[in-house]
């Protein structure tokens, strides 16, 4: 089996304002669709100014975890609960970040890349929003060059940040309308996979890709070749509504674990 889809490693909560539902109806979903591992995968950012919040602040981290301890006591037997945090990276401020992730004991961590300040701009731009605002704006400063800057940021990241895994890799830029991957991105995520590889992390094999490309992040090609340099991956659904657990972790069992042991012979995804 080369990947596990017995546990959702990647769930959020209506605590990062931008998912519906509670810990609790998430983990009851997961208990209704027979998972054993539920992963809460929580937005942890720093020194973004964004025109609204869209992860939890330290106070909203103390709830997480006493909710969390009381779900464990209610519902530990029947499916194990972990506590995560997926954490933004900022070049700017992962000092804080790193303060912060020190405090508590996670039971995941895990690294992505969501908000870059353009020059010239008060505000930052989330580079994975389907709000149109935002698509207008990497539009206008140019997919190419905001694609390459959101690799080589996370390029940096996996040496800073103590991650466990490394989310939804290839997912920058994913709403805009003429998204083009050329080959020196497709160099930047190699030397990403070598970064990944060198410290030791896993790689999310995130199923949220699936209903805008048929495809992972990262897509199969990546997948196949983090398989190839022996990096363990991790399957995460990045649910943000709780009956959206384990989606499409079915397709992605029928695609990997059906290829056997030599994804290169397996047939073009
Ligand atoms: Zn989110
Ligand atoms: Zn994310």
Known sequence: MIIDISADNHVHTSLCRHATG?????????MAKGF????FMEHMEEGIDYFERTWLREEDFDYYFAEGERLKEIYGDKVTIALGVEVGFNPHAYDMLLKRLQKRTWDQIGLSYHFCKLPGFDLHLNLLS????NIDLIEGYGTDELLCHYFDMLISAVSIIPA??????????????NLQFMPHHYEQIERLLEKVK?????????TSGFPQRHEPF????????AIDMNIPLLAGSDAHKPEDIGRFFDKLSEQLNASGDSP??????
Do not use: W
């Not at 060198?198 to 995130?206: D, T």
């Not at 990262?218 to 070749?225: A, G, L, S, V, W």
């Not at 290169?264 to 995804?269: A, F, N, S, T």
């Open 264 to 269: 290169c012979d397996h047939p073009v995804l």
């Open 22 to 30: 509670t810990m609790e109806d998430y983990v009851i979903s997961a």
């Open 198 to 206: 060198l410290a030791g992390i896993m790689l999310e094999v995130n």
């Open 130 to 133: 389907r709000k149109k605002k």
């Open 164 to 177: 466990d895994i490394l989310c939804h890799l290839d997912a920058g830029l994913r709403n805009q309308p």
């Open 36 to 39: 054993k591992k539920i992963t």
């Open 218 to 225: 990262p897509r199969f090609e990546t997948i196949f070749k």
